[in-house]
């Protein structure tokens, strides 16, 4: 199985600041990387696809890069809805296999 | 919209088995697969299995083969998944949720199921 590894499990920031989220896998997954939101109490929300793409209706302060093994979630101007719970998932191989997420909390 | 509307909570005791429903709407049930994930209390995300709603074939996790059964009903647009021989490590939220990739190469989860939480305790 593909292991996905999110350091470190939580992290502490200001709104209005630049965060990033960073996700390694255990073997090389290309671009086949997903990026979910999770709120407190609700189901997880799908951000971005193929490691960058932007999904519909999310906004644009949220952005996705790496390939290979390493990868990145990146909101800019951190807004008060994006203190939330985000995990990395690897769509290369079966079983899809998800990070153990990185809470993003209030500073 | 896309939506996935899943039964509620249900409380069991160990040995028992519990059967989640997920209705769709908003798409057509048969061209998208249907996945089940489960997240413990305070834990992560989990990839149970899939089924195909055109045919009915399906995966399971190698962790669930032989506890879970996933089928559906397309008259109705409605997947379920029974899990069995319930133990305290069951007790998770279940939800449903659709392959969204289509005819596009990368396999994506959206939209979810609100979840319904299963508690397994005597």
């Known amino acids: 199985d593909i292991q996905m590894t999110q350091p470190p499990s939580s992290l502490s920031a200001s709104v209005g600041d630049r965060v990033t989220i960073t996700c390694r896998s255990s073997?090389?997954?290309?671009?086949?990387l997903n990026w979910y939101q999770q709120r407190p109490g609700t189901a997880p929300k799908l951000l971005i696809y193929g490691a960058s793409s932007l999904q519909t209706g999310v906004p644009s302060r949220f952005s996705g890069s790496g390939s290979g093994t390493d990868f990145t979630l990146t909101i800019i101007s951190l807004q008060p809805e994006d203190f939330a719970t985000y995990y990395c998932?690897?769509?290369?191989?079966?079983?899809?296999?998800f990070g153990q997420g990185t809470r993003v909390e209030i500073k | 919209q896309v939506q996935l509307v899943q039964s509620g909570a249900e409380v069991k005791k160990p040995g028992a088995s519990v059967k989640v429903s997920c209705k769709a709407s908003?798409?057509?049930?048969?061209?998208?697969?249907i996945y089940w994930v489960r997240q413990a209390p305070g834990q992560g995300l989990e990839w149970m299995g899939w089924?195909?709603?055109?045919?009915?074939?399906?995966s399971y996790a190698e962790k669930f083969q032989g506890r879970v059964t996933m089928t559906m009903d397309t008259s109705i647009n409605t997947a379920y998944m029974e899990l069995s021989g319930l133990t305290s490590d069951d007790t998770a939220v279940y939800y449903c949720t659709r392959d969204a990739r289509g005819s596009a190469s990368h396999l994506r989860f959206d939209p979810w199921g609100q979840g319904t939480l299963v508690t397994v305790s005597s």
């Open positions: 089924i195909n709603p055109s045919g009915g074939g399906t």
């Open positions: 073997q090389n997954i290309r671009n086949f």
């Open positions: 998932q690897q769509s290369y191989s079966a079983p899809w296999t």
């Open positions: 908003g798409y057509t049930f048969i061209g998208y697969y």
